[in-house]
């Protein structure tokens, strides 16, 4: 019978707490990099009255969405692997509609922004757009997947043991998904609407406040793929799951 892993020492749960704090520097200091861009130099923001004001929303939401909710769900059990199960799966499965709610805002913002103007322009001409709506669709297909799976009406032990290894691969390649997507969005507004009083080649303000967006999502999704890849730090099986695993050794 093989064994099913030791226990993390207190000295691996201390660096792991250091290590989410860290996540959550990175995360919010993302969010308000973004509300500083698009609310200061980007001149703020508006409905439907401004269509170009009203896409200011589809980099703030996207963000707080797909990148900072997004990646605090994919902690939670990580954060909170000594509560009860059902009520992380709540947690985790309530941040995912929090950050599909954001999404789909943000989406309806872009959209709004490009069809509304008296000169309408076209929507998915980029690479970023076709890797941002390929995200928001596989992340809500994985979310329905998951609720059905694990959550409600739930499937047997062993059809979610069977599962969970590519329920949480699709959850991480979604997340490099949605980051890459955010890089690509972030560049390509960066050399499209900065023009004064020097254009982004220049390293104007507005230009480096981009730069350290980027940097702070990479940073982010650094963190969290290290936490992700450490066995120590994983969620111990509960009774019922160790109980079967120990039958299938």
Same mark, same amino acid.
């Given at each position: 019978m093989e064994s099913l892993g030791k226990s993390p020492s207190s000295s691996d749960l201390k660096y792991l707490t250091w290590l989410v704090l860290l996540a959550q520097a990175f995360g919010l200091s993302a969010v308000v990099l973004? +509300?500083?861009?698009? @609310?200061?130099?980007?001149?703020?923001? *508006?409905?439907?009255?401004?269509? !170009? %004001?009203? #896409?200011?929303? &589809?980099? /703030?939401?996207?963000?707080?969405?797909?990148?900072?909710?997004? *990646? !605090? +769900?994919?902690? +939670?059990?990580?954060? #909170?692997?000594? !509560? =009860? =199960?059902?009520?992380? =799966?709540? %947690? &985790?499965? @309530?941040?995912? $509609?929090c950050a599909l709610l954001f999404a789909a805002v943000? /989406?309806? +913002?872009?959209f709004d922004s490009h069809n509304l103007p008296a000169k309408p322009k076209p929507n998915l001409s980029t690479l970023h757009s076709?890797?941002?709506?390929?995200?928001? $669709?596989?992340?809500? %297909?994985?979310? /329905?997947? @998951?609720?059905?799976?694990f959550l409600?009406?739930?499937?047997?032990?062993?059809?979610r043991i069977m599962m969970m290894p590519h329920h949480q691969f699709w959850g991480m390649a979604i997340f490099g998904f949605s980051v890459a997507a955010a890089l690509m969005g972030i560049t390509e507004k960066a050399i499209?609407?900065?023009?004064?009083?020097?254009?982004?080649f220049g390293k104007p303000p507005e230009g480096l406040v981009a730069n350290f967006l980027g940097l702070m999502i990479l940073g982010l999704a650094t963190t969290v793929i290290y936490i992700l890849s450490r066995p120590e730090y994983k969620r111990p099986p509960s009774p019922d799951e160790e109980h079967l695993q120990l039958q299938e050794n």
């Open positions: 973004v +509300a500083v861009w698009m @609310g200061h130099f980007q001149n703020g923001f *508006s409905w439907q009255s401004n269509p !170009d %004001l009203e #896409f200011n929303y &589809h980099p /703030l939401f996207m963000i707080i969405g797909m990148i900072f909710l997004y *990646s !605090d +769900a994919i902690l +939670a059990y990580r954060v #909170f692997r000594n !509560d =009860k =199960k059902i009520y992380v =799966k709540l %947690l &985790h499965t @309530g941040m995912h $509609v943000g /989406l309806k +913002a872009v076709w890797v941002g709506l390929i995200a928001v $669709v596989l992340y809500g %297909l994985q979310w /329905l997947g @998951g609720f059905f799976c409600f009406p739930k499937a047997g032990m062993a059809t499209l609407s900065i023009s004064k009083p020097v254009s982004y």
